[in-house]
């Protein structure tokens, strides 16, 4: 028995099934995009991670990050022509 009630068999005749039908270089190239996809958001994470300690106060939600709302600001009156 293999994984979740899946034998090893079944599982290499669907490895099987996927390369006849992608082929093998495809696989190749979906494995290596995926490998810089994975590269890149690792890279990502880790830079948003210093950025976090570099500037704590660009991600604070509040009225001091915010700009003023309309609310401060004196309405404004429309001119309708006559």
Known sequence: MGLGGVSI???????LIIVMVFGTKKLRNMGSDLGAAVKGFRQGME???AG?????????????ATPSSSADQPAKKESTPN
């Open 52 to 64: 976090d300690a570099d500037h704590p106060e660009s991600h604070q939600l509040g009225a001091e």
């Open 47 to 49: 830079g948003e991670k």
């Open 9 to 15: 068999w079944q599982l290499l005749i669907l490895l």
